[in-house]
């Protein structure tokens, strides 16, 4: 499938040219040509690098690029018109990943798009170990962050465990003992209630907040996470 980029540009002139040159060599394109526009297309669309000009109407290419790094980590290639020193800081401050100074010349940029495509492939190959994810909730276990659709779900270390342990298991019933052993550990003395308690406290952080259930109850067995999809 090809790869698809947005272009945010208001100069129809370099808009088109650039389009004509992407699509030439084999790229999807979507153009935008105002701020506004790029960040409502970036945020709907399922995109593999923009191309964003700075000097934008309606938004700036920097604000739009901040914007853009509140959801996503899209490489980001800046288009600035002057050879500034301070707006290539802003850009890369803002979280682009490249810039490019106009007048460009097509080649320099085809590279340096090609190259950022290469690194995204990378990053996804080397992150992907570290993410669990089922439907729209993720667990980063490098960061021992959790998300559901982009937004931090905040858990306390024991029930980050249980997920963690629940997400790994996914589609296997796990008794309350299986549960003991691997989230608190051979040693623990106690009532084995105390899952039914943690698995409460996930309900009511992800399940029921988002109106999506992953933990199901088996009667008189255990729990079993389960995703929609
Ligand atoms: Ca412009």
Redesign the pocket.
Known sequence: MAEKILVV???SKIARFLELELKHEGYEVEIAYDGRDGLERAQEGEFDLIIL????PLMSGIEVCRRIRKFSNIPIIMLT?KDDISDKVTGLDSGADDYITKPFAIEELLARIRAALKRKTIAIKEAQPELITAGKLTLNKLQHKVTYDGEEVFLSKKEYDLLLYLMENKGIVLDREKLIENVWGYDFIGDTNVTDVYIRYLRSKIDQKYGDPFIKTIRGVGYIFESQE
């Open positions: 540009e208001d100069e000009d700075l000097m934008l018109a």
